[in-house]
């Protein structure tokens, strides 16, 4: 047995089997209302809604617990504007340059192009950033374990928060995305992971009219 510290399983719930099926199907129903939105109103959110799915998003399981992720939360019109301009500056060139014909093919029925005005309507943006390593007081480095997995896990969590607050997010990843190193003063130990837009919709927003596959498409069952 190892010499560290435990305590008990208190906080497992478990549930008889129907009431099992009808939380999973709910909370699957609920999930399937999520679309990736790219019109956004500029109505407020309160900051302790944020704050609330940023403790959900830190629930996530990380590589030997070092939760190597940081969210830098940006709400002021200054930074969203300088945010908007070197976003559309990356993606000028990655449409006009950058990206592969295969790419721009996969991006056609979205509608996407390097207009980026959502950066500065909706109220909040979340820069994730992948830390690379911890540094310690004195300077020295601590390894991280599965960085990359560990953030995709708490950002997944963070955008399913999110939605079932009733907010909408987009996820987006302007390409390169170094620049935001350097407007928001993250040091290079941090790699940017994503950018997640959150608001509400704007009224009239619309969406791609695309499908998400049938189960067995992505899934197989080995049972002997
Ligand atoms: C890693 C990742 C990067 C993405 N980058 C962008 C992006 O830069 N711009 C954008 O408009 N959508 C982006 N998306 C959103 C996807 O296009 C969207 O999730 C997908 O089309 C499915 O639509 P849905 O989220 O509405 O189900 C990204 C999604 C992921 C997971």
Redesign the pocket.
């Known amino acids: 047995m190892s010499d560290f510290p435990t305590i008990p399983l208190q906080q497992y719930h478990e549930y008889p089997l129907e009431e099992m099926r009808r939380r999973l199907k709910d909370f699957y129903d609920d999930l399937n209302r999520?679309?990736?939105v790219?019109e956004f109103s500029d109505r407020p959110v309160p900051r302790d809604l944020i704050e609330t799915a940023l403790q959900a998003a830190n629930t996530a399981p990380s590589g030997a617990n070092l939760q190597p992720w940081h969210f830098a939360v940006v709400s002021g019109p200054q930074t969203k504007q300088k945010i908007r301009a070197a976003a559309e500056d990356e993606e000028r060139e990655f449409y006009a340059h950058r990206a592969s014909d295969e790419w721009l093919e996969a991006l056609a029925p979205?509608g996407?192009d390097e207009h980026k005005p959502f950066l500065e309507t909706a109220p909040y943006l979340i820069a994730v950033f992948l830390k690379k390593f911890g540094e310690l007081e004195d300077g020295r480095k601590v390894k991280h374990y599965y960085p990359a997995e560990s953030t995709g896990l708490a950002t997944g969590m963070l955008i399913t928060a999110l939605h079932h607050a009733g907010l909408a997010t987009?996820?987006?990843?302007?390409s390169p995305m170094k620049f935001l190193n350097e407007i928001l003063g993250r040091p290079k130990s941090e790699r940017p992971f994503?950018l997640l837009v959150v608001g509400y919709p704007a009224e009239d927003a619309r969406?791609?009219d695309?499908a998400?596959k049938p189960l067995e498409e992505y899934t197989s069952f080995i049972e002997d």
């Open positions: 999520r679309r990736t790219r979205l996407t987009l996820t987006h990843t302007p994503l969406v791609p695309i998400r």
